[in-house]
């Protein structure tokens, strides 16, 4: 059975990535969600195995030592996230193509593991200022968070030119239309 390959998703947060990835995974083309790991606490209604699977610090580490990440980094003190080999594995076995939503450190490291297997996708805001508007509307996060999120939105900006595609997302329907037809084209090249 041929393998499947693999889409990346990186963006800084409040991009509207993860609308994206929703969007495009009812599309019906064969593509399955990689659900990665984190230290996080869930957010609102986020369901262990669904949303995350929801590690503590210690656990996280475990993994780490026994060698179970694809990839993985420590976003904050202690606030690691990453892919579990075992998630692309199960994935991959089932013949699909695996979908990731990584940070962008994350996405660099898997597309330089699998190639031309991978395609990497960058979710870009239109601006530092409207990503801080969303942030603030979103609700979810103290003002401290949101200034965090947006200093790190900065340094994460500089990757996007190692990505095989850079998707603004100013209009969020013409965004997730951009996105169908990039991976759409990459899963019948």
């Known amino acids: 059975m041929e393998k499947g390959k693999l889409i990346i998703f990186s963006a800084p947060?409040?991009?509207?990535?993860?609308?994206?990835i929703q969007h495009l995974l009812q599309q019906g083309l064969p593509l399955r969600f990689s659900v990665s790991a984190t230290s996080r606490?869930?957010?609102?209604?986020?369901?262990?195995?669904?949303?995350?699977?929801?590690?503590?610090?210690e656990e996280f580490r475990s993994h780490i030592e026994?060698?179970?990440?694809?990839?993985?980094?420590?976003?904050?003190?202690?606030?690691?996230?990453?892919?579990?080999k075992s998630e692309v594995e199960r994935i991959a076995e089932a013949?699909?193509?695996v979908v990731f939503d990584v940070d962008v450190v994350g996405g660099c490291n898997i597309k330089n593991l699998y190639g031309d297997r991978a395609l990497s996708v960058f979710i870009r805001p239109p601006s530092v200022g409207e990503l801080r508007r969303r942030?603030?509307?979103?609700g979810t996060d103290a003002p401290e968070v949101i200034g965090r999120r947006l200093e790190r939105a900065e340094y994460e900006l500089q990757f996007a030119g190692r990505f095989d595609a850079v998707?603004?997302?100013?209009?969020?329907?013409?965004?997730?239309?951009?996105?169908?037809?990039?991976?759409?084209?990459?899963i019948e090249s």
């Open 95 to 97: 013949g699909q193509n």
């Open 167 to 186: 998707v603004i997302n100013d209009n969020l329907e013409k965004a997730r239309n951009e996105v169908f037809r990039i991976v759409r084209n990459f």
């Open 66 to 84: 026994k060698d179970d990440f694809l990839e993985y980094e420590e976003v904050y003190r202690d606030t690691f996230y990453g892919t579990l």
């Open 13 to 20: 947060s409040g991009s509207g990535k993860s609308s994206v």
């Open 135 to 138: 942030l603030e509307k979103r």
């Open 41 to 57: 606490a869930p957010r609102g209604n986020e369901r262990d195995g669904v949303d995350y699977y929801f590690l503590t610090p």
